[in-house]
């Protein structure tokens, strides 16, 4: 008789976590589909929000965090106002090192946020900042790289950073279009861990090659 309680106890538990998961997936899929509209609509703010009540609720995965904080840091980056930009990139430091930490190590998708945790400190004076956070954008991108070669996104940014970088530095189109151009044939054969792994950036690259052909 016990036996067959436990059994029972097991199936309902079973049953329980399955019925948990798939929320979960579900929420996930929802706000991800929807993280280009709201960029494009500058509303990305509350998809981080959405991002961090699911992180909040879960405690144990990591890609809500990841997502809370690459939407908190786009927020920065596309505010032409920058008197929040610090504590704004400074929060976004915050949820990526919950992702981290959870991970248990850092991994080529957390360092991109970082690079661009970084960009968005430096992007608010940033002849004043370069030397500061400069270098830490560019580290993280590199060891992005390192951490997985196939990941399209550092390269991505490496274009970024080439496309507003003046001539006279080793910056502009022409360079950025090299990186752009690599960036788009890497997104053509990435192929994410799971459908709600990291799968961003191929239609910024596409913009930014054609921004480099006017």
């Not at 899929?29 to 929807?34: C, Y």
């Not at 239609?203 to 052909?213: D, E, H, L, R, V």
Request: glycine share 4%; with cysteine; hydrophobic share 40%.
């Amino acid at each position: 008789m016990k036996k067959f309680l436990f059994s029972v106890f097991a199936v309902f538990v079973s049953m329980a976590l399955l019925a948990q998961s798939d929320r979960y997936t579900a929420a996930m899929k929802k706000n991800i589909s929807q993280i280009d509209s709201a960029i494009a609509n500058r509303t990305i703010g509350e998809l981080a929000n959405n991002f961090e009540r699911i992180a909040d609720a879960e405690k144990n995965q990591w890609l809500p965090y990841y997502y809370a904080s690459y939407c908190t840091v786009m927020t920065t980056l596309l505010q032409d106002d920058k008197s929040n930009a610090d504590a704004t990139a400074d929060k976004a430091s915050e949820l990526i090192g919950k992702a981290e930490t959870i991970l248990g190590k850092e991994n080529s998708e957390t360092c991109v946020i970082k690079s661009m945790v970084a960009s968005a400190h430096m992007m608010v004076d940033p002849q004043t900042r370069w030397q500061q956070y400069g270098g830490t954008s560019t580290s993280n991108i590199n060891k992005a790289i390192t951490l997985d070669p196939s990941n399209p996104r550092p390269v991505f940014l490496q274009g970024q950073t080439l496309f507003y970088t003046p001539e006279s530095f080793g910056g502009g189109k022409a360079p950025a279009k090299e990186k752009f151009l690599k960036a788009l044939a890497m997104y053509d054969t990435f192929k994410p861990e799971s459908d709600l792994h990291p799968n961003w950036g191929k239609a910024s690259t596409q913009y930014f090659i054609a921004q480099c052909n006017q």
